[in-house]
């Protein structure tokens, strides 16, 4: 009997020794795990400072700057800093290499991989075009041509659409001098559908340049 009873008693003290070796696993939300739905997987390391924004929230853009910037570049490129068009055009923003040598830009393959310079460019062209149709903005802005509003940021938005000459002619025909760029939108739609932002902290410039950092 007393063999038998240190039998069973030898059995659960190494039962309880061996189980007191293993831990529970707790399963984390890895913040930093991050999934594209247009590309394929990636991955992050998240920064000390991360966990303090995961609380906040986005606020809405509207009609600020930002808010202008990003209507316009899904309209361009869906908001990629990647895309090329059938035309040569390139980034988030869509610059053709003209435009993009006329602020200082020469090396496409830089610019292509640089978010960075692609936003740079964007507000110098910006720049260069708000000085270039100075007058036209002061002459034009809160009159209605075709049936469309004018404002300093559809202007500045036409502009980069078919250039400040193109705009210029719009504005000076009464909207029957037109352009349309290679997939047929019109300089009325960016004039209509970009405009009332607030463009106003951009400063016009005729000769803006954007300095390019070579790694």
Request: positive net charge; hydrophobic residues 35%.
């Amino acid at each position: 009997m007393i063999k038998k009873w240190y039998f069973y008693t030898s059995i659960v003290f190494i039962v309880l020794v061996l189980s007191s070796g293993f831990k529970t696993y707790e399963f984390q939300h890895l913040e930093w795990f991050h999934v594209d739905e247009t590309e394929e997987l990636f991955y992050t390391a998240p920064t000390s400072e991360e966990s303090a924004y995961q609380h906040i929230s986005i606020p809405y853009t509207g009609k600020t700057y930002a808010g202008f910037k990003q209507a316009v570049a899904f309209k361009e490129s869906q908001g990629k800093y990647h895309k090329v068009n059938p035309f040569g055009y390139m980034g988030k923003y869509q610059f053709g290499m003209s435009t993009l040598r006329t602020i200082g830009i020469t090396d496409s393959l830089t610019f292509m991989r640089s978010p960075r310079l692609q936003e740079e460019a964007f507000k110098a062209l910006l720049a260069l075009n708000k000085y270039e149709l100075r007058n036209e903005i002061k002459q034009y802005e809160g009159k209605v041509i075709k049936g469309v509003t004018i404002t300093e940021s559809g202007i500045l938005a036409a502009a980069h659409l078919g250039g400040a000459g193109s705009v210029r002619k719009f504005l000076k025909s009464n909207g029957n001098n037109s352009f349309n760029d290679g997939f047929g939108t019109s300089l009325k739609s960016y004039i209509k559908n970009y405009g009332g932002y607030d463009t106003s902290m951009i400063q016009p410039s005729k000769k803006v340049r954007v300095k390019v950092k070579h790694t």
